[in-house]
């Protein structure tokens, strides 16, 4: 995956309490496949992890959300987490950044609970999705078709159900935002 994004600037979008592992291994994927990256939060300084049961570590946030244009960025990133997404939709900054890219159909990548924003935007309607499956309901009331899969790509959608399918999403994550806009 070597410089294969070199050329890439992606944000990855987060509050307190997403899952750690699904921030830390898709950060790895695109800064080892050569992307600029920034962690994009609701507030400035650090944003804290959750770590399967209990908080995990802090990282240092780039920008906050009310200084960042989803035009500056070719792709977004929205880990899971479920505090994480809650915390996102209910902020319209942050549906609005995500909106986004959407209008603009950059490519976004979301796992397990991470396409709890995306249904903020009313952009899933018809689309093919996948997500932890707790929130089939919610996905499929916004009008997404939902499937039990380990990764799904729907025109530079990519989504996952958790992190024991990190492995793929990584890999189409990376394909998908090296391919760029999907018109």
């Not at 600037?9 to 899952?19: P, R, S, W, Y």
């Not at 990133?77 to 209008?103: C, T």
Request: hydrophobic fraction near 40%; charge should be negative; charged fraction near 25%.
């Amino acid at each position: 995956m070597e410089n294969k994004l070199s050329n890439k600037k992606v944000a990855i979008l987060v509050a307190d309490g997403f899952e750690e592992v699904e921030f830390t291994k898709p950060l790895e994927a695109l800064k080892d496949a050569g992307a600029e990256v920034d962690v994009i939060s609701l507030h400035d300084g650090e944003v804290k992890a959750w770590a399967e049961k209990d908080w995990g570590n802090s990282y240092p946030v780039n920008l906050t959300v009310s200084n960042a244009n989803a035009k500056d960025y070719d792709a977004l990133v929205l880990p899971g987490g479920v505090m994480n997404p809650d915390h996102l939709r209910e902020n319209q900054e942050a549906v609005n950044f995500v909106s986004g890219f959407f209008d603009d159909s950059k490519p976004i990548a979301a796992i397990c609970h991470g396409p709890w924003t995306l249904i903020e935007t009313g952009e899933l309607k018809g689309r093919r999705v996948t997500s932890y499956p707790s929130l089939k309901t919610d996905l499929v009331n916004a009008g997404a078709n939902w499937v039990d899969e380990e990764v799904v790509v729907d025109n530079g959608l990519v989504t996952s159900r958790n992190p024991h399918d990190l492995p793929a999403f990584c890999r189409k994550m990376v394909e998908e935002i090296g391919e760029g806009v999907h018109a």
